[in-house]
């Protein structure tokens, strides 16, 4: 598990999000994925592909820039992501 890690030491499910791009298709390591919630340091997504806790992924923004993101965990067809560094909504 996460618990401990570095990666979930900052809590920020409470961070502003950007509504306007959820349901997008999207691309995680060339995969395709749906959009479930975007802000400027995270995603959740439907995948139907799982991703090792803690692996880096590229992960293609909704206005086509792609980023580099931990997976913070992926079951069940959702995957949570942090981002290396904050992103601005370029789309809004």
Sequence with gaps: ML???VLQMTERRSED???QFRGCRVA???RSARLQDLSPHGARL???ANFPSESV????LPWGI???ANVLSSEAGLTR???DYEVEALAE
Excluded: Q, T
């Design 57 to 60: 992924v590229r992960f293609d």
């Design 28 to 30: 995680i390591d060339g």
């Design 66 to 68: 792609p980023v580099r």
């Design 81 to 83: 992501l942090r981002f």
């Design 17 to 19: 999000r950007w509504n």
């Design 46 to 48: 439907e995948c139907p």
């Design 3 to 5: 618990e401990n890690s």
